[in-house]
T-cell receptor, first 112, second 114 residues
Framework: DQQVKQNSPSLSVQEGRISILNCDYTNSMFDYFLWYKKYPAEGPTFLISISSIKDKNEDGRFTVFLNKSAKHLSLHIVPSQPGDSAVYFCAATHNAGNMLTFGGGTRLMVKP | DSGVTQTPKHLITATGQRVTLRCSPRSGDLSVYWYQQSLDQGLQFLIQYYNGEERAKGNILERFSAQQFPDLHSELNLSSLELGDSALYFC?????????????FGPGTRLTVL
């Protein structure tokens, strides 16, 4: 039972354009969501997060949107850069247990 | 560099053996988490410790155990290893128990069971 899903295993985008990565969840108890970025041979690196009391959080080129009614969140990267090429994981947690539940990841390739 | 260290980086062993993976959290972090990343299961939570005490368990097999020591480093023990235990094992740490603290991940230990 996958509680967090990233339905696109890969995404290819041209440098300078917008990258949109999507994530869906099923557990209504989740109230805090995070995006992690992972390069090969490294551990996941925290990128940005959002609490369920918000619908948007922005940090530089990265913006996360949360649609609670649809149980959907998305990560927007504008403009995309070749260094953004990595695997992006969506994760969720709730106050009944602060372990992270991860989606399967989306491999982003930004072409120069 | 997240500040979380894991040793060894790679481990190759045989079925039926026992191994120990080690994790040192970031300075000041009291909470340690273990995650397993396998090809077919993605990143899955195994177990969490906070200040030496077990706080939460995920899909951790009975053959696996962990502990957190007084100096806050943690060890994950995997015994009676099977081929399917081959995976990347990540340790993460956070400051406290509150769920809105981000977790910082180590570089992982790649375990290969032959």
């Amino acid at each position: 039972d996958q509680q967090v899903k990233q339905n696109s295993p890969s995404l290819s985008v041209q440098e300078g354009r917008i990258s949109i990565l999507n994530c869906d969840y099923t557990n209504s108890m989740f109230d805090y969501f995070l995006w992690y970025k992972k390069y090969p041979a490294e551990g996941p690196t925290f990128l940005i997060s959002i609490s369920s009391i918000k619908d948007k959080n922005e940090d530089g080129r990265f913006t996360v949107f949360l649609n609670k009614s649809a149980k959907h969140l998305s990560l927007h990267i504008v403009p995309s850069q070749p260094g953004d090429s990595a695997v992006y994981f969506c994760a969720a947690t709730h106050n009944a247990g602060n372990m992270l539940t991860f989606g399967g990841g989306t491999r982003l390739m930004v072409k120069p | 560099d997240s500040g979380v260290t894991q040793t060894p980086k790679h481990l190759i062993t045989a079925t039926g053996q026992r191994v120990t993976l080690r994790c040192s959290p970031r300075s000041g972090d009291l909470s340690v988490y273990w995650y397993q990343q396998s090809l077919d299961q993605g990143l899955q939570f195994l177990i969490q410790y906070y200040n030496g005490e077990e706080r939460a368990k995920g899909n951790i097999l009975e053959r696996f155990s962990a502990q957190q020591f007084p100096d806050l480093h943690s060890e994950l023990n995997l015994s009676s290893l099977e081929l399917g235990d081959s995976a990347l094992y990540f340790c993460a740490s956070s400051v406290a128990l509150v769920h809105y603290n981000e977790q910082f991940f180590g570089p992982g230990t790649r375990l290969t069971v032959l």
